[in-house]
């Protein structure tokens, strides 16, 4: 077969941006050899519909064992006692989810978006806003952290069925307690999606959701350091049938019902190449050198922060407990919105996004801030004493955004010291 040199000269062009640039952007990663290698690997022409030992398809005795080898693995990790490892996605993990506790309509409550939630928690774009009824808590004004006390008045005056913590663009820890009780007082599921800190809480430097909520979702590329994909886990509450009936009259357990709404609820067959690259990654994660990663993940997302303050920057609440930190531009440029200081950071490879920020004035399209993590510049091993450096950098751009010859300067210095720091052993 002819080779397709248009594609991978396109991949080539997608590893070079990779390699010359500083990834800042919160949500991604740099994954290991060996994860890749099992994401390109013979699995992917495997049909696989079901799960380890009750499939539709004939042949699959050898997926099924790395399938299971996936589910102890994240049961280890976060010590939960009923996993599922299919969900393609975190957005289509948190589906399941409202499949399986939700009937149309119904009313749930979750982190407004604007103030660091995510789509797939009520956007009225997203199948969560679209097919249910949305409630939305804030983040206080004064110190960016979440409104626990207006949470639970929504919560007692609205009795969702399903209260989610858990968000995008939050930079603090959660009190899982907290929202665990009222959710108990108004008898709704408390559900938190740990996507992004998700790799932070399995080293043990944040709290673990598993022993506060009924049911967890994650994504596993973020913090985790994973293939693209999402997870469903329970803890010790996973025995509660929680009393849904099935239209044949029998109740049934939570779990039964989470695995139905993955397949065939949301999704048709898994992709057990990127469930076996899951295993790996899983493996990796319960090795001793994951926790040294993840705690200088947080090192230097602390350090960051910290450098922005000192430059006369606004993060929102102060400060950051885990990988990522939220600015709002408008204290130090106010005319500076976040859609071009994405666009001139890129143009000096140095990669983030545009955000909005709580309470802004500003449209998604356009937003006052910007959202920067430190997961996959660690992963390419800079630590603290370099984050100094790349805050001066950013400040040098967004002083003069429109200065394509200091953006090319800045650019030409992240280049010369990006390949200091190699990332792919092929
Ligand atoms: C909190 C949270 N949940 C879910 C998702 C969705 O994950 P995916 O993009 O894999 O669907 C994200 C993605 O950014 C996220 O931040």
């Avoid at 495997?46 to 030992?53: L, N, Q, R, S, T």
């Avoid at 898994?270 to 994951?290: N, Q």
């Amino acid at each position: 077969m002819q080779r397709d040199i248009e594609l991978f000269d396109i991949i080539r062009r997608e590893r070079d941006r990779q390699t010359r640039g500083i990834e800042l952007i919160a949500s991604e990663n740099y994954v290991s050899d060996q994860v890749m290698e099992a994401m390109g690997s013979v699995l992917t022409n495997k049909y696989a519909e079901g799960y380890p030992g009750k499939r539709y398809y004939g042949g699959c005795e050898v997926v099924d064992e790395s399938e299971k080898l996936a589910q102890e693995r994240l049961k280890k990790m976060y010590d939960a006692c009923w996993v599922n490892v299919q969900p393609h996605s975190g957005a289509q993990a948190n589906m399941a989810v409202f499949m399986a506790c939700l009937q149309a309509g119904d009313k749930f409550l979750g982190l407004n978006l604007s103030h660091g939630g995510h789509l797939s928690h009520g956007s009225p774009v997203n199948f969560s806003g679209l097919m249910f009824h949305a409630l939305e808590y804030n983040v206080k004004e004064d110190d960016g952290r979440i409104d626990y006390e207006q949470l639970e008045q929504i919560a007692r005056a609205e009795r969702p069925k399903l209260i989610i913590a858990g968000a995008s663009a939050y930079s603090r820890e959660w009190d899982y307690e907290r929202i665990r009780k009222v959710a108990d007082e108004i008898g709704a599921i408390f559900m938190v999606d740990m996507a992004h800190p998700a790799g932070l809480i399995a080293a043990g430097l944040l709290k673990n959701p598993v022993k506060y909520a009924h049911i967890v979702t994650s994504t596993t590329h973020k913090t985790m350091r994973g293939p693209r994909g999402g997870v469903i886990l329970m803890g010790e509450d996973f025995p509660n049938p929680w009393g849904k009936t099935t239209p044949k009259g029998e109740i049934k357990m939570m779990s039964a019902l989470l695995d139905s709404a993955v397949f065939p609820g949301v999704q048709g067959g898994p992709l057990e190449h990127v469930i076996a690259a899951k295993a790996v990654a899983f493996g990796e994660a319960l090795m001793p050198e994951y926790k040294t990663y993840q705690l200088q993940v947080q090192k230097n997302a602390a350090a960051m922060a910290k450098c922005f303050i000192d430059k006369g920057y606004k993060v929102i609440s102060g400060g950051t407990d885990n990988h990522c930190m939220l600015i709002d531009l408008r204290t130090k440029f106010p005319d500076l919105t976040g859609k071009i200081a994405e666009k001139a950071l890129v143009a000096a490879d140095i990669t983030t996004n545009k955000n909005m920020v709580p309470f802004d004035s500003r449209s998604a399209f356009q937003t006052s801030g910007l959202r920067f993590g430190t997961p996959a510049i660690t992963t390419r091993g800079l630590k603290e004493e370099q984050m100094a450096w790349i805050v001066e950098l950013i400040d040098r751009v967004l002083t003069e955004p429109d200065n394509s010859q200091n953006i090319e300067k800045v650019r030409a210095e992240v280049n010369a010291q990006m390949v200091k720091y190699p990332l792919f052993a092929w």
